[in-house]
């Protein structure tokens, strides 16, 4: 229980939030004064995004027109934070989310992109089929940048099981064999995806979230929400205002503690990729989790990690991959065949 004009801290991997208190008791019902004296930390990657977050007054009990309601939980392999005035929220979230990992996830063996890989042909639900689509579309685009069939790759160097290891140039040389989306095949008509080639394997992890993300805030605003926070592991969606002010979010640098800029967003959403997310070193070399698809290693453009401002949170998702890939000049260039869309690039300082 908290004491009278305490301070304190909680901690885990994903937030460090610090709170001076302060008591007083009213005939109806107890007050906590609750100030959070730095920011909540809502990502580790790439340029690293934090929540301006300041609630002067909590009641813990009673009631309160302002009143903010946070839940988290872990989907699709990370934490997913919730914060909304409405408190059915965080629930319609969790369970739109829940159900696209459960079509989209190649980690769970009922999922249908887990079956596909599986069996290599697949009737799949229209959903599915669209993305798939909507992912050929962006491989297309991004000439190559963006590919959904570097499964065996990420395999390859352990990104997917976690034991890291640097492939022989003759294993890269294998795996790329089975690398290109105009590898997958159609038939709209039954809803069937097949490969051209066994082994091949589609990874969504660069789209998928941006697509649940997306998904969650239609099923808030069909249920009347209108304002919401998202943190879907680093994927951050600003539904409406925060009583009548924007959700400000803050983007410190990659390798630095100081903040870039400080961002005010309303029905907007970030995405960020970069060599933060996941990444092992060897011999003082950074080896991190996105890969190229045309060399087979991990990207090495000279980006640190690039964020994307935009409505779209899937576009922002895949986008932001594809961007990490090209490079500055290349990226900036693909950027500008969306519309609203904000780039911010860390580089390589050498």
């Known amino acids: 229980m908290l004491s009278l004009n305490s301070k304190f801290e909680y901690r885990n991997s994903k937030q460090i939030i610090i709170f001076k208190t302060s008591m007083f008791q009213t005939n109806k019902f107890r007050i906590w004064r609750i100030r959070i004296l730095n920011l909540f930390r809502i990502s580790d ?5 934090f929540l301006i977050f300041i609630l002067p007054v909590i009641l813990l009990s009673g009631c309160q ?4 309601y946070k839940d988290n939980r872990v989907l699709m392999g990370t934490f997913v934070d919730v914060i909304s005035p409405d408190k059915d929220a965080a629930q319609i979230v969790f369970a739109e989310i829940q159900r696209v990992e459960n079509l989209l996830s190649k980690y769970k063996p009922g999922s249908e992109v887990a079956r596909l890989n599986s ?3 697949l009737t799949v639900s229209r959903e599915t089929l669209e993305i798939i689509k ?3 579309e962006f491989w297309q685009i991004s000439d190559g940048a963006f590919d959904i069939t570097i499964g065996p790759l990420v395999n390859l160097w352990g990104f997917t099981d976690k034991k ?3 492939p022989k140039k003759s294993e890269i040389n294998k795996a790329l064999k089975l690398v290109g989306s105009d590898k997958i095949l159609f038939n709209n008509l039954n809803n069937v995806v097949k490969f051209k080639l066994p082994g091949m394997k589609i990874d969504l992890g660069g789209i998928a979230k941006g697509y649940a993300l ?3 805030v239609k099923r808030l605003k069909e249920n009347g929400i209108k304002s919401c926070l998202i943190n879907l592991g680093g994927q951050i969606y600003c539904l409406g205002d925060r009583f009548g002010k924007p959700w400000q979010i803050a983007i410190q640098g990659p390798r630095k503690k100081e903040f870039k800029e400080i961002l005010a967003l309303r029905n907007q959403g970030i995405s960020t990729s970069g060599d933060y997310e996941q990444y092992f070193s060897i011999n003082n070399l950074r080896y991190c989790h996105i890969i190229n698809p045309k060399t087979g290693y991990p990207a090495d453009s000279g ?3 690039v964020t994307i401002v935009t409505e779209n949170n899937l576009e ?3 986008l932001s991959t594809a961007i990490f890939v090209l490079g500055p000049e290349k990226g900036r260039k693909l950027a500008d065949k969306f519309n609203a869309v904000d780039v911010k690039i860390a580089v390589d300082k050498i």
């Open 45 to 49: 990657f790439g340029f690293r995004i």
């Open 65 to 68: 027109d302002k009143q903010l």
């Open 119 to 121: 069996l290599g042909k």
């Open 134 to 136: 909507k992912s050929y």
């Open 164 to 166: 890291y290891r640097l």
């Open 214 to 216: 997306d998904c969650a």
């Open 303 to 305: 980006i640190q990690s």
């Open 316 to 318: 922002a998702d895949a």
